[in-house]
């Protein structure tokens, strides 16, 4: 009788080390950040395909800058190097030319202002409705959930697309070829 009294005592205590060793386990994996904990501010979102256009960096969980990965060429002073693209957008509808400069991006819209490639006369078009961004010296174009959408060349744009010299884009009933690079 002692015996299996003290075998049970035995596999009672093994028991409790081993739920104590899980115990704190877990409440260490609490205090500790991994790579899947990351807080993304800036890029491109990859569940949706938006852009979120604040700054170009992941930042870790805990938002220390020594968590902080930087996306990008940066230089030796640690400033990203800022890529412009020389532009030419000729609106097809009326014959307009315009020359722009698009060191990040550019916004087409309705909406009038710095930064925006203004679509006049088309209500089919969004305030934003599509934005156009350089990217390692490459042109990018993604729709801005707009509600007619924007097409490249023919097709919908439902992600970031890489955009060619001569590609026509078309948002509401306006259809704008870009060129580049200017000379």
Do not use: W
Not at 4 to 14: A, E, F, S, Y
Request: with cysteine; hydrophobic share 45%.
């Amino acid at each position: 009788m002692n015996v299996i009294v003290i075998i049970l005592l035995g596999i009672l205590i093994v028991a409790l080390m081993v739920l104590l060793l899980v115990v704190l386990v877990l409440r260490s994996r609490k205090k500790r950040h991994f790579k899947r904990d990351v807080y993304i501010s800036g890029g491109v979102n990859i569940n949706t395909g938006q852009l979120s256009l604040d700054k170009n960096y992941f930042r870790g969980i805990s938002m220390d800058s020594e968590e902080t990965v930087y996306v990008g060429y940066r230089n030796r002073t640690g400033k990203q190097k800022k890529q412009v693209l020389q532009v030419a957008i000729a609106n097809m509808n009326n014959g307009q030319v315009s020359n722009v400069q698009i060191s990040d991006y550019i916004t087409i819209g309705r909406e009038q202002g710095e930064g925006i490639y203004h679509v006049p006369d088309d209500p089919m078009v969004a305030r934003i409705n599509s934005r156009i961004f350089v990217e390692s010296g490459n042109l990018y174009i993604i729709d801005m959930n707009s509600r007619n959408k924007t097409f490249l060349n023919g097709f919908m744009v439902q992600d970031v697309v890489l955009c060619h010299s001569g590609d026509i884009i078309t948002v509401g009933m306006t259809n704008l070829q870009i060129i580049f690079p200017v000379s």
